[in-house]
């Protein structure tokens, strides 16, 4: 069983950088794919980004791209979601995954284990 605890969301102008922080309990977290999704007010929650467990490889949603990187930390058992160039778009409750599997996905169903949740505000 692996839980996962996001942090550093908050309010920040347009234009700004906010880092999320994801960090995960268990002893299997180093050998999982690690993603981040976002759901805006009304809308379905939808794919950002994701990490396979080595950090060699990394995937992108287009929206965000040349903004958002993710990375992490397997001896801090700790992904990162660095956001910058911040837009009210990117308002949105920021959700860390994780999937047991090497492979890079953006499918909600392919991840097994979810955080909390840690909302974004971007104002105009």
């Known amino acids: 069983q692996v839980q996962l605890v996001e942090s550093g969301g908050g309010l920040v102008e347009a234009g700004g950088s906010l880092r999320l922080s994801c960090t995960a309990s268990g002893r299997t977290f180093s050998t999982m794919t690690m993603g981040w999704f976002r759901q805006a007010p009304g809308k379905e929650r939808v794919f950002v980004a994701a990490?396979?467990?080595?950090?060699?490889?990394?995937y992108g949603a287009d929206s965000v791209k040349g903004r958002f990187t993710i990375s992490r930390d397997n001896a801090k058992n700790t992904v990162y979601l660095q956001m910058n160039t911040l837009k009210p778009e990117d308002t949105a409750v920021y959700y860390c995954?994780?999937?047991?599997?090497?492979?890079?996905?953006?499918?909600?169903?392919?991840?097994?284990?979810w955080g909390q949740g840690t909302q974004v505000t971007v104002s105009s």
């Open positions: 990490m396979s467990w080595t950090g060699g490889r990394t």
């Open positions: 995954a994780a999937r047991v599997g090497s492979q890079l996905k953006d499918g909600i169903n392919e991840y097994h284990y």
